[in-house]
């Protein structure tokens, strides 16, 4: 069993930042995973923003390339993601998700298998 607990989101002005952290509990050691960020706005889809696995390749959505930064502390065992230049389209519920079996295959989300509850991060204009 992996638990995830999202923190960090918020309001911001576009052009701003802000930092969302994930703390892990693995349950047991995991050798080989995937951590992912993903969002859902309201009436859409819930899509993939970025991926890092246990080597720290990392992945991300074209939307979010060159703002968003993810990354991870194992000794913290946290997943990150850092979100500059921040736009309204950016707004929705951020959820970590994991894939405690395998290397990062895709951001689709049925290749996750645990979730966490989510943080609101809204943009305004």
């Known amino acids: 069993q992996v638990q995830l607990v999202e923190s960090g989101g918020g309001s911001v002005q576009a052009g701003g930042s802000l930092r969302l952290s994930c703390a892990v509990a693995?349950?047991?050691?995991?050798?080989?995973?995937?951590m992912g960020w993903f969002r859902q706005a309201p009436g859409k889809e819930r899509e993939g923003v970025a991926a890092?696995?246990?080597?720290?390749?990392?992945t991300y959505a074209d939307s979010v390339k060159d703002r968003f930064t993810i990354s991870k502390d194992n000794a913290k065992n946290t997943l990150y993601l850092q979100m500059n230049s921040l736009k309204p389209e950016d707004t929705a519920m951020y959820y970590c998700?994991?894939?405690?079996?395998?290397?990062?295959?895709?951001?689709?989300?049925?290749?996750?298998?645990?979730w966490g509850q989510g943080t609101q991060v809204t943009v305004s204009s």
């Open positions: 693995w349950g047991y050691t995991h050798d080989n995973y995937c």
């Open positions: 998700a994991a894939n405690p079996w395998s290397g990062c295959v895709s951001l689709r989300p049925i290749d996750f298998y645990y």
């Open positions: 890092i696995d246990s080597d720290g390749s990392t």
